[in-house]
């Protein structure tokens, strides 16, 4: 791990330093902000236990953190009794934030001049309400209770987090689908947790055309047994297969509840799951990330207060889905938590013009943004007037998640839309720490900003960054990200993923010997600062515009295609995605390459995993690279296709079989070549 650290290709700027002073006052010198740091880590428990006390329990905590009933897997608050939707809702209810906004949602369509056509502002008290009659429908009419479990396949409109909160407060354990998905990658889910109902939509938009996702869900069902019911919201008034007696639209189920229905939120214990998130790894099923109501909530209220700085007055918007961990975590329920008001939005960035997000700053005076490289890097390419025709004075600090940002989109993130007044970091965090680890916390203390870093870890966070036997790196020198020690917000009681606790311990905490370190499966630098800089995963795990992508499973699905034999998927660095697959495909005895095979396995790959998946070349071969155990060697593979040096290749089978990999390789790069210059 020799090489010089670069994201995206850039030099990292270690020496850098950008000083705020004035921000908000609360601006430190590094070794400060890591005195403090060492101290909540020295009173560890203690620590935790005093943040967690700051929240609204039924019956507060005595204990901050035991171990549970598997190998690493950890009760956090084991004793105290809480609900998140209590504390996202009932709180505020109760308190002068009753008649606050709590979502302003905007709908994607627009009109001629450019106007959204839907505007719709929930307050605490409305969104209370709804979360109430929701839940009264899920017990009265579908008898579902404390320990039950649904799936929800919606897309970004207010009913996703009504669900998602009406089924915390009843105990009911959710997984949310993505609602780019398929319909192989939605039963896979639902049948992995055994839900037993199904709530979904008619259709939605997305960049001005019409996803009728009823007919997709229609299509999982077949193959999903467990699925009783199916809830079905109307936000298109389309025509849709509805079938008697398990199919059900929410609004007419809704005719028969009182408007002030009220559902008590169960008190339930800490460790009870939220709800099971599925993430890719490097084998080809994805893996249910379990999260609880307790550990889970003190997270994220210790992030919104030291990440995002929250103050009553903010206006917050984050830019991701709901469908990813960073929708669940930081559109739903951390900034409810905290009460705030939070803009959410239905379609894509760039429709009707590049304009939409900074359009929506101005409109409703966002100060805290979050987003992620790849929309910057996507924005930045439009030019910078359609940032600077909107007025964004009232951006205060700007944060991105996902993946590494590059230091040019984070000066670009700094200079052009927070015109150097606002902080501007990159929290690293993951779907399995549930909350931010990694990132300048200027809610507690500013230390100076670095472009393209992740910063010091939060306070209570043993992160360090160390070799394959989880000894430290020295500084500068490219390492494991690993976190030392239990932290709250991570993968919950019983089994930490679901339904398989060997695989999470295996995954997770015995891949560095010996230590009981969580194993992130990220690269990552330590500067001479203390400042973490994360550079990308260590594994066969790819970020494609921030979207995890296992290229195990997308070789699965390129291996379902009668015509293939054998296929290996690597990523390459992509200057607006971050990283793209590419594919290499060994097709069958009987089936002549082409260019019609190649766009055949592109729609498969569409249909069969979703559009975010499809490689961006596929190459036909007559073998791959293998080791003698027969094993695929993708470090080859992509190593011919990133011109990075072979390493060692003792244990490779037949020299031949990367001739040809480079082969296809070459030829594809003089194809490019030529067309550039016809
Ligand atoms: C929240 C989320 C997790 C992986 C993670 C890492 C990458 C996320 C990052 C970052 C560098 C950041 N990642 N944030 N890398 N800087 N600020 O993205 O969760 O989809 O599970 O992905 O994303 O590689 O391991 P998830």
């Keep these: 791990m020799g090489e010089e650290p670069r994201i995206l290709g850039e030099a990292l700027p270690f020496e850098e330093k950008i000083e705020l002073k004035n921000w908000a006052g609360r601006h430190v010198g590094i070794e400060s902000y890591f005195e403090y740091h060492r101290k909540t880590l020295e009173n560890f428990e203690e620590f935790w236990l005093s943040v967690a006390k700051e929240l609204d329990w039924f019956s507060p905590p005595s204990k901050a953190v035991e171990p549970g009933d598997y190998p690493y897997v950890y009760k956090w608050f084991p004793d105290g009794r809480i609900n ?76 996703l987090p009504i669900f998602m909160l009406a089924a915390a407060r009843l105990g009911i354990i959710f997984t949310v689908v993505f609602a780019g998905f398929t319909a192989e990658n939605l039963a896979t889910r639902i049948n992995d947790l055994g839900a037993t ?57 809704l005719k028969g509840v009182p408007q002030n229905a009220y559902v008590e939120p169960e008190r339930l214990e800490s460790t009870h799951p939220l709800y099971v998130l599925y993430t890719s790894g490097t084998t080809g099923k994805p893996k249910g990330i379990i999260h609880d109501h307790g550990g889970y909530a003190v997270l994220l209220h210790a992030t919104m207060k030291w990440v995002f700085d929250v103050r009553d007055d903010d206006i917050f918007y984050c830019t991701a889905d709901i469908g990813w ?37 101005e409109r409703y005076g966002v100060t805290v943004f979050y987003t992620t490289p790849t929309a910057v890097r996507m924005l930045m390419r439009y030019g910078d007037e359609w940032v600077r025709k909107h007025d964004r004075s009232s951006l205060r600090l ?5 993946e590494p940002i590059n230091p040019s989109a984070w000066r670009w993130l700094f200079e052009v839309v927070g ?17 931010i680890l990694i990132s300048k916390a200027p809610g507690l203390a500013l230390v100076p900003l670095k472009p393209g870093a992740n910063g010091p870890p939060l306070p209570g966070v043993d992160a360090d960054v160390v070799d394959e036997d989880g000894n ?22 019983p089994t930490g993923m679901w339904g398989d ?27 001479k600062d203390g400042y973490i800089w994360v550079l990308g995963r260590a594994d066969e795990v790819l970020k494609v515009a921030g979207h995890r992508i296992g290229t195990y499973e997308l070789e699965s699905v390129l291996v379902s295609h009668k015509a293939v034999a054998e296929a290996a998927v690597v990523g390459i660095p992509d200057p607006v995605k971050g990283e793209v697959p590419i594919a ?15 766009e055949e396995l592109k729609e498969w790959v569409r249909k069969n995993y979703g559009p975010i998946a499809v490689p961006n070349n596929i190459f036909l071969v007559t073998k791959l690279p293998k080791t003698r155990s027969g094993k695929i060697m993708r470090r080859l593979v992509k190593a011919v296709a990133t011109g990075a040096p072979l390493g060692d290749i003792t244990t490779l089978e037949d020299e031949a079989a990367v001739d040809e990999v480079k082969k296809a390789y070459e030829e594809f790069v003089k194809a490019v070549k030529e067309s550039r210059t016809a």
């Design 197 to 253: 109902l199904l709530v979904t939509v008619d259709g939605f938009y997305r960049r001005g055309k019409v996803i009728r996702l009823k007919d997709v869900a229609d299509r999982a069902i077949e193959k999903s047994p467990s699925i009783k019911n199916v809830i079905v919201v109307r936000r298109l008034g389309i025509d849709v297969n509805m079938v008697d007696g398990r199919d059900y639209w929410l609004d007419e189920l």
């Design 501 to 527: 606790p060997q695989r999470y311990a295996q995954v997770y905490f015995e891949r560095i010997k010996g230590k009981g370190y969580f194993y992130t499966g990220d690269y990552a630098v330590k500067d």
């Design 398 to 402: 700007i944060h991105s998640v996902g």
């Design 84 to 159: 998140i939707s209590y504390l996202a809702l009932d709180r505020h209810v109760r308190s002068w934030r009753k008649n606050k906004v709590a979502y302003i949602w905007e709908g994607e369509p627009v009109d001629p001049d450019g106007r959204p056509k839907e505007v719709k502002k929930y307050t605490y008290y409305d969104l209370w309400r709804e979360v109430n009659r929701v839940a009264y429908v899920l017990s009265r009419n579908f008898g579902l209770k404390k320990g039950d479990k649904i799936a929800i396949y919606l897309p970004m409109i207010p009913e």
């Design 472 to 493: 430290p790196v020295e500084p500068g020198k490219k390492g494991f990200l690993v976190i030392k020690r239990p932290f709250p917000g991570m993968p919950a009681p």
């Design 325 to 361: 961990v960073t929708g669940h975590s930081y559109i739903v329920f951390g900034p409810l938590i905290e009460g705030l008001t939070t803009v959410f939005y239905e379609g894509v960035p760039d429709y009707p013009a590049p304009d939409r997000w900074w359009s929506m700053v």
């Design 419 to 435: 015109e150097k007044r606002c902080p501007v970091g990159s929290t690293w965090w993951m779907t399995e720490t549930g909350g």
């Design 584 to 598: 290499y495909v060994v097709l069958k005895q009987g089936f002549e390459p082409s260019q019609q095979i190649i």
